[in-house]
């Protein structure tokens, strides 16, 4: 069956005979009549009826493997969120069990007014949370998702972008964690698509094309591996098999290559030998290795220290025929089954079995992230911490005792010691690793063996976030020196106040003496009165918001003289202030970067800056990762300023007479100025342009992005930093 053919609910039936042989399917057959009641008269983007959505997610769920109620739970998924239907509904109908894996998928209801990044988060600390009870709701959630990036072309495109970058982000990583490799690489390939467009069609018929032209080559090394094999009298199964495009991509953009350069990536075409026993694996890569030459460092063993995602096998990088290097992968069938289907491949629910505590050590970084959830209130920190703790490759470290770590790739000492106890991360003064003293930021080596000293008097130091790699040791940390630093905020706040109240005339004491201090921390959104003097330490808010809320109405006394600060450029708050808010405050000073230069419509943050009000970044900017996070602010647009801003484009073209000119006509058309151009050429016949166009907001850049990408010959668009 193609992906775009519409589902019928024979075809899921049909797929559960035939891993379920005899199978009662009386409670998939109810949901199915159930959904085509919730949903009829609704119809898709894409024009189809909304029922072809819970069938084709069933359908996915089906070729799981996985169990009756997941399956059924997959029917009903959206019924709660898109038709009405209560929760009590779905259990009186198909019982607890189903309704608990609706409720996890179910998206929260409509949340206060806030912004999209505080939605995204909420709904994904939901997930979480029910991932952690039953993981049968992630894998809804992933068939859900896995359809709704097939049919992604009949979204508009910015929505299309925002779900494929969050797609990649954070549930192509999950359906590698839980060991299911095809799903995996179909949700990045498909994320690859509506990101990059125009490289992955240019990589699609690259690739495709030099597969097609090494057919012969890897028809011949499979035929040598075979009949080598039958020589020591090992049955084995040898497989040619293609990387699929996004990592082809990212090794390209790993070596700095360009997609023409594509035949110095060796491994595009790997080998799979596939055996009965892990006795057999040992004698294959023995034989393999006294046939061609293996290469140096380029050995793994994955079957004595297994990934944490289940995945076992041998890997291996020799000189094949004719001195090319090829990759080759040595497995049992139950190895291969494991590393394509994951947590699928070996637990199926049969009668509400769960995971055994064996399985369950598996998924140890489930209970990390349900942790972490609970620990992170910002939005964007715990976004940020999900994405690393979801980072897919892994170092495998030991303690002095044999004890196995598994940090992500790029870990150091102090990641080992937070991993291993809060206080030891806190204590942690030096690390030996195999007998050897190493500074704190050593990258960790898989087999590496790991020693901490602590001092009871050392405590967490700032630089240590700019090299810890976990979730768990950066938000320890921060912790850490937040706890630390409040008493000096304090401090600093009361002192700024105070300033204020005696140009004012009024008496701080009496102020904070006074009930009426916690009322106006309590009008100013704060819990408590040193909450409130915290806030203006930090600067979130300032001392004559203070002073005002106090006062009520009254107007405040006038100084009793000119306060000696240097009064601020006006060039530095633009009419910035006008559109953008904070927690939906617009009493505040704004200007915008001009490292990054956001424009209305940008995802932006705010930076607390010292007496030049809130600087706002994209999100994106290179910048933000090096600013202090306690003066990160959530910012938002709340209208276009009605200025113009500078945006700057770098487009790749093919070099040919006339590009400037069209290029430059596709911006006209768009009411757009070009305030700056320069072109060079390179020596594969492309022409780049840096580009400088004034914009009114974000819409109006994508609309000239569109009109230049429209233009016949321009191979790339893309947005880039000032």
Known sequence: M???DIVRISDILDQIQSYLPGANTHLVEKAYVFAAKAHAGQ???????YLSHPLAVAYILSQMKMDLPTIAAGMLHDTVEDSGVTLEEIKRHFGEEVALIVDGVTKLGALPATSRLH???ENFRKMLLAMA???RVILVKLADRLHNMRTLEFQPEHKRRRIAQETLDIYAPIASRLGIDWLKQELEDLSFRYLYPEDYERLKAEVEKRVEEAQGYVDEVKKLIRETL????IKARVLGRTKHLWSVYCKLERYGLTIDQLDQIYDLIGFRVIVKTVKECYEVLGIIHALWLPIPGRFKDYISLPKPNMYQSLHTTVLGPRGKRIEIQIRTEEMDRIANEGIAAHWLYKEGAILSPEQSKKFEWLERLVELQKELQNPREFLESLRMDLFPEEVYVFTPNGDIKVLPRGATPVDFAYAIHTEIGHRCARAWVNGRLVPLDYQLQTGDIVKIDTVPQHHPSRDWLKFVKTSRARSRIRQWLRAEEKERVIAAGREMLAKEFRKHRQNISEFLESPKALE??????????EDLLAAIGYGKITP?????????????APPSKPPSEKPLSPEAFERAGEALSVDGTRDVLFHLSRCCNPVPGDEVIGYITRGKGISVHRVDCPNVPLLDDERKIEVRWEKPDGLSHPARLSIITHDRKGMLAAVSTAVSSAEANILKAEVRTTPDRRAVFDMVVEVTDRSHLEKIMANIRAVDGV???ERRMA
């Open 43 to 49: 119809i898709r983007k894409s024009g189809e009826p």
């Open 520 to 529: 106006v921390a309590q009008k100013l959104t704060y819990k408590s009165v």
């Open 119 to 121: 939605k995204q988060a």
């Open 133 to 135: 009870k039953d993981l």
């Open 230 to 233: 039958e020589k020591h009298g």
């Open 2 to 4: 193609s992906r775009r």
């Open 715 to 717: 191979l790339k668009v």
């Open 544 to 556: 004559l918001q203070v002073l005002k809320k106090y006062l009520g109405e009254e107007k405040p």
